[in-house]
């Protein structure tokens, strides 16, 4: 079970943090993944962790603005999202997986498990 946090309504320029805890022992073997979805489109990549990684992947349109970090203690991933601007409001999906291939990381259908969404609303 994931459950995501953390959107609201700022202005173009302020960060955010999106939070997604998830529930287990195994959170540590997951890749998680968040997703954005904006009203009549399809969920598109922002970023993934892989649980045999430390580098993230990111989308390159929010490469330098976004920094995706996990804490498997807390079974808890973050998304710091800074200079945030009009096209990042979306409502943002987190996702998890234990053995989604690299490939395949892209690919909402692809990834097993999903939180509910947070609205990020940038908006001056």
């Known amino acids: 079970q994931l459950q995501a946090s953390g959107g609201g309504v700022v202005q173009p320029g302020d960060s955010l943090r999106l939070s997604c805890a998830g529930s287990?022992?195994?959170?540590?073997?997951?890749?998680l993944g968040w997703f954005r979805q904006v009203p009549g489109g399809a969920r598109t990549f922002v970023a993934a962790?892989?649980?045999?990684?430390?580098?993230?992947i990111y989308v390159e349109h929010v490469k330098g603005r976004f920094t995706f970090s996990r804490d498997n203690a807390k079974n808890t991933v973050y998304l710091q999202m800074n200079s945030l601007k009009p096209e990042d409001t979306a409502v943002y999906y987190c996702a998890a997986d234990p053995s989604i291939i690299l490939s395949s990381i892209r690919r909402d259908t692809a990834w097993r498990y999903w939180g509910q969404g947070t609205q990020v609303t940038v908006s001056s």
């Open positions: 962790y892989r649980s045999t990684s430390s580098n993230p």
């Open positions: 287990g022992s195994t959170f540590s073997r997951y890749t």
